[in-house]
């Protein structure tokens, strides 16, 4: 049973464009976690939200989480070519030592 | 402050041998947990060790199978290879106790199983 699906799978832009990715659970989460993966490297963690209706900003990149807890989305303003990456969520539970990753979005940023 | 480091980043093996990957968590990190990454399934949970003791496991046979040692290092084990454990195993390590969830990730040892 699949708990995280990310949409889209695949996103090509150009640089200079916003995108949004989503992530939607049908599950409620203790947090949320947003990583990058580059080839041939580990994922990187970008971002955790924990609490309903909550905003974090990262630069260019704004994360959200819904207010039930189940959803959250990653918006990039004005994507550049660095941005190119897998960008996974992943739910936890507190004190799970587990966590439940989406398949996540391969998003390419064309210069 | 050094990362997740594991060991090897990348190994060939044939179908019935066995592998074992190593993982050094960050200092002060005691919960060290491993994945596998496929392009089909992607990231899949192993197993979690916090203070040398398994406290997840997720569902994968039983030729799968890990341990931690007291200075939260971990190694996973992986008996009569086949073909489709071709992937890419993650280890992560967390700061348990402070429930964020949050994990650091290494770089991944990369096993292809010919």
């Known amino acids: 049973t699949q708990l995280l699906e990310q949409s889209p799978q695949f996103l090509s832009i150009q640089e200079g464009e916003n995108l949004t990715v989503y992530c939607n659970s049908s599950?409620?989460?203790?947090?949320l976690q947003w990583y990058r993966q580059e080839p041939g490297e580990g994922p990187v963690l970008l971002v955790t939200?924990?609490?309903?209706?909550e905003v974090k900003k990262l630069k260019r990149l704004t994360f959200q989480f819904g207010d039930a807890r189940k959803d959250s989305s990653l918006h990039i303003t004005a994507a550049q070519p660095g941005d190119t990456g897998l960008y996974l969520c992943?739910?936890?539970?507190?004190?799970?030592?587990?966590?439940?990753f989406g398949d996540g979005t391969t998003l390419t940023v064309k210069p | 402050k050094a990362g997740v480091t594991q060991t090897p980043r990348y190994l060939i093996k044939t179908r019935g041998q066995q592998v074992t990957l190593s993982c050094s968590p960050i200092?002060?990190?005691?919960?060290v947990s491993w994945y596998q990454q496929t392009p089909g399934q992607g990231l899949q949970f192993l197993f979690e060790?916090?203070?040398?003791?398994?406290?997840n496991k997720g569902n994968f046979p039983g030729r799968f199978s890990g341990r931690q040692f007291s200075n939260s290092r971990s190694e996973m084990n992986v008996s009569t290879l086949e073909l489709g454990d071709s992937a890419l195993y993650l280890c992560?390590?967390?700061?348990?106790?402070?429930?964020?969830?949050?994990?650091?990730f290494g770089e991944g040892s990369r096993l292809t199983v010919l």
């Open positions: 599950s409620v989460f203790s947090s």
């Open positions: 060790y916090f203070s040398e003791t398994q406290r």
């Open positions: 939200v924990v609490t309903g209706g």
């Open positions: 992943a739910g936890a539970y507190t004190n799970a030592g587990k966590s439940t």
């Open positions: 992560a390590s967390s700061r348990q106790g402070l429930n964020t969830g949050e994990l650091f």
């Open positions: 200092s002060g990190h005691r919960s």
